[in-house]
């Protein structure tokens, strides 16, 4: 029986890490986006995408590192996609406001 090398263990064990949070990292992405698709459509989702990809590129943690946590990412993407909606809100509202007001005045 051979032995394998001790960097072949080393990297049977980062590809497999790697796939690992590749796994992890498209659950989660997935879900997100699935998410926003529901609630919001897919105008938001398409851009809560967008937010979660920049928010996994802020992330501490080395890119191939086994400890990324990607509901970290979830959560400053639903913190964007939160003020965003807020925002769209109040100028949603503010318009309304400003075309009684100039309605009456």
């Given amino acids: 029986m051979k032995r ?6 080393k990297e049977s064990f980062s590809n497999s890490a790697y796939a690992e949070q590749m796994h992890l990292e498209d659950g989660e992405l997935s879900a997100f986006m699935s998410t926003v698709g529901r609630l919001f ?6 851009l809560s ?8 590129d ?3 943690s080395p890119p191939l590192s086994t400890g990324r946590n990607w509901r970290a990412v979830t959560v400053a993407a639903a ?13 949603a509202s503010m ?3 400003l075309e009684v007001f100039s309605c009456t005045h």
């Fill in 49 to 56: 995408v967008e937010d979660w990809l920049d928010e996994s």
């Fill in 79 to 91: 913190a964007r996609l939160a003020n965003r909606v807020n925002v769209a809100q109040h100028w």
């Fill in 41 to 46: 459509g897919s105008e938001q989702a398409c």
């Fill in 4 to 9: 394998r090398k001790s960097s072949d263990r």
């Fill in 58 to 60: 802020l992330l501490d």
């Fill in 95 to 97: 318009s309304s406001w």
